[in-house]
């Protein structure tokens, strides 16, 4: 596998592991999509791994902590992915997976946890987006929570429609909506906008902060 890096943090940005968290970060190299965000952007190209062609048994040694996150780049556009997931929860591990959303899980990966984003406009990704009903038949029967980044009113008037339309559709989990400057401001102002659409969308917003950079970790 393609590895960008491995170390231990918390896990900032929570889902499924509790935020605050202590996990070991397993970041793959190399993603097909270019968020106009990005925030990792040295993960993107796949040509260029910092740690190339990793053996999976070897990732799995450098973990010494009960909660894993693989993130990336993008970890569903790396080989052996599931061999990972599988070996990380045979030794005990609670493993959650963070994706774009921009593709289906085509395998056995029932056995993990899964952050799923579903981009808003500044992403400039909406276009490399299922629609609503395929990302409802991709993801149904496994484990995850959707993650929507929001930057100004058009990202959250997206994501309030996107939100709306899972619900329709039964999604029965919360909704993980994370302000781009990572900081929360505005969330106040966030809240109340989703409470005139829908009440019952608030009930099942969980607002996320990057809780690792507030306190200067990785």
């Excluded at 993603?31 to 260029?48: F, V």
């Excluded at 970890?75 to 061999?83: N, R, S, T, V, Y």
């Excluded at 591990?93 to 994706?99: A, D, G, S």
Aim: proline residues 5%; hydrophobic residues 40%.
């Amino acid at each position: 596998m393609n590895i960008n890096t491995i170390y231990e943090s918390i896990s900032g940005e929570g889902g499924i592991i509790r935020q605050g968290t202590w996990v070991t970060f397993i970041r793959t190299q190399g993603c097909s999509l270019r968020c106009s965000w990005c925030d990792t952007p040295q993960a993107l190209e796949h040509k260029i791994p910092v740690r190339p062609d990793m053996d999976i048994g070897e990732i799995v040694q450098q973990v010494e902590t009960k909660y894993v996150v693989i993130t990336g780049g993008e970890p569903l556009e790396q080989k052996g992915i599931e061999d990972l997931i599988y070996l990380l929860k045979l030794r005990g591990c609670v493993v959650q997976v963070e994706t774009a959303g921009h593709m289906p899980p085509v395998g056995n990966y029932t056995f993990a946890n899964w952050v799923v984003d579903y981009k808003c406009p500044s992403s400039n990704m909406v276009h490399r987006m299922p629609d609503i009903l395929a990302f409802v038949r991709n993801w149904m029967g496994f484990h995850h929570i959707v993650k929507l980044v929001v930057s100004g009113q058009e990202d959250l008037d997206f994501a309030i429609e996107i939100m709306g339309q899972l619900m329709r559709y039964g999604y029965p989990e919360a909704f993980l909506v994370s302000p781009l400057n990572g900081q929360g401001e505005g969330i106040r102002s966030m809240a109340e906008s989703i409470r005139r659409a829908d009440e019952a969308l608030l009930d099942r917003t969980v607002f996320s902060v990057q809780l690792h950079k507030l306190v200067h970790l990785p």
